[in-house]
């Protein structure tokens, strides 16, 4: 269905940056340059300008990498890339500027959080290169060098916010999902295709120690389509939501679930991109809702569906596909239900058997 045309329009921050186009993959790397001249088209084929207030993010700190990375893992890829970079693995290069890159990819997140807190905006969307929800806490793998959402998300929850992250790449976020694992004051939500790279992502992986139940996953098979995703939203995500009660959201906005992308063989569409924005940034209040470019490798598509995405943040009306249906994965969102009413009844109440 498409959306009225008299939705209330908002302010959107819009964060990118030249560095973002230094970072050399190399040729025929599907993570390139190419896919940020492709959102800029899709903000000029779906008229968002006037909704947009752009910005110039700025470089994380040390203090805030540190935060969700080891030490040694940032001095060990910031030495590798100012020696002239290579293959950081059989998917991961990076050239000389690749650090300075990363660095204010991953600044991006706290920046636009400070621009919020200002109130310079209602929503941000951050364009930035490289991607970040496949680097863990002490390794760079797949395309990603530091993992941008969990730094944002690092310095919301240490000033005491309860952040809700939702990742609809088609890959798994191992990296999101390592940092706050354990961690109660995150609710990490993954919806992407299985099996895929990076095989984790299964539906026990649930969380653990205090942050049991705060980890849910969907692992879809090839073909699902978005009104599953629209299913897994209603049935599972609202009653995680219900309890945990965010106080932010943040997307890992990957659209590499379209299925005209070439890495992966799920079955969405921009549509359906706009209706998982709409859904997903309802769950927090307006100047707490932020999401980062992850995938994405058709370029038509990811203009596309980044049009979308940025459209229903701004609360307008831009459709370029409609949503699909029809797909398999149903049996994937019930297990998924099934798995979070059997941790509630698990799950003990607070101070039970506490010898405090």
Known sequence: MVPPDNLDRVAVLFGTHTAYLEHDTGVGHPER?????????????????????PFAPRPATRAELEAVH????????????????????ADTTVGESSWQAATVAAGAGVDAIERLDRGEADAAFLAVRPPGHHATPARAMGFCLLNNVAVAAASLADRGERVLIVDWDAHHGN????AFYSDPRVLYVSMHQ?????????LEETGEGPGVGTTINFPFPPGTTGDTYRSALDQV???????????????SAGFDGHRADPLTDLGLS???????????VGLAPPGRRL??????????????????????????????????????????????????EREVVAKPSP???SNA
């Not at 030490?71 to 970079?85: N, Q, S, T």
């Open 194 to 202: 299985f099996p895929l790279y990076p095989g984790t992502g299964r």
């Open 33 to 53: 340059p190419a896919r940020l001249r492709a959102v800029a088209r899709g903000i000029e084929q779906a008229g968002l300008a006037d909704l947009l207030v």
């Open 291 to 340: 999401a980062f470019l992850e995938g994405g490798y058709d370029l038509t598509a990811l203009a596309e569906s980044t049009g979308a995405c940025l459209a229903a943040l701004g609360g307008a009306a831009y459709r370029p596909e409609p949503a699909t249906a029809g797909g398999p994965g149903a049996a994937v969102v019930e297990a998924s239900r099934l798995v979070r």
């Open 351 to 353: 101070g039970a058997g």
């Open 237 to 251: 995500l609202a009653e995680a939501v219900e309890s945990f009660v965010p106080t932010w959201v943040i997307v």
């Open 270 to 280: 921009a549509g359906d991109f706009a209706d998982l924005t709409t859904a997903v």
């Open 175 to 178: 990296g999101t999902q390592a």
């Open 70 to 89: 080891a030490p040694e893992h940032l001095d060990a890829v910031e030495r590798f890339c100012r020696a002239g970079g290579g293959a950081l693995d």
